[in-house]
T-cell receptor, first 115, second 111 residues
């Protein structure tokens, strides 16, 4: 299993540009989520999904859109990039039905810079 | 709203000593709490989960305690090694069912 994969690893955008961060998992996990990590702020939840066709907002959803058309994929769209969105973005997945640890599997991250 | 606080100051200890990291939370009593390890440039990796009815949980050199009265979890690494140097994050599901994280504490173990 590849686990959770994210592309691209690095991205530089200009203010106002849009882009999609890709996330895929091959573990058949129902739950997927997006976090951003900034120095001193820890991981903050952007959006999450409990299954295909179902998404919900996290702590910091403004400026981001998500969709979940398949179990495997959970892309994050930046509609109009702003310098405040410069961050490291992590995708995670888990399967609440399997085991009792609710362990989150994280991808390697995408480092985004908005100039 | 739910808040999680970890000591933002880095913890520096000598190899062989026990490292103790603290996680405090407010406003809601979670059913369980998780601990993760994060190395520079990588995603967090799950270490342990402890439930509200468990006072203590152990895994090899790791020990986690959960005090629901103090609203605090302690994470211990015994016989620490330089390879234990990393940032350690605690996390819990808040009342809305969302998994939220503390800001993490950086641990540095010197040989």
């Amino acid at each position: 299993n590849a686990g959770v994969t994210q592309t691209p690893k690095f991205q530089v955008l200009k203010t106002g540009q849009s882009m999609t961060l890709q996330c895929a998992q091959d573990m058949n996990h129902e739950y997927m989520s997006w976090y951003r990590q900034d120095p001193g702020m820890g991981l903050r939840l952007i959006h999450y999904s409990v299954g295909a066709g179902i998404t919900d907002q996290g702590e910091v959803p403004n400026g981001y859109n998500v969709s979940r058309s398949t179990t495997e994929d959970f892309p994050l769209r930046l509609l109009s990039a702003a310098p405040s969105q410069t961050s490291v973005y992590f995708c995670a997945s888990s399967s609440p039905r399997r085991g009792q640890s609710y362990e989150q599997y994280f991808g390697p991250g995408t480092r985004l810079t908005v100039t | 709203s739910q808040k999680i606080e970890q000591n933002s100051e880095a913890l520096n200890i000598q190899e062989g000593k026990t490292a103790t990291l603290t996680c405090n939370y407010t406003n809601y009593s979670p059913a369980y709490l998780q601990w993760y390890r994060q190395d520079p440039g990588r995603g967090p990796v799950f270490l342990l989960l402890i439930r509200e009815n468990e006072k203590e949980k152990r895994k090899e050199r790791l020990k986690v305690t959960f005090d629901t009265t103090l609203k605090q979890s302690l994470f211990h690494i015994t016989a620490s090694q330089p390879a234990d140097s990393a940032t350690y994050l605690c996390a819990l599901f808040n009342q809305g069912g969302k998994l939220i994280f503390g800001q993490g504490t950086e641990l540095s173990v010197k040989p």
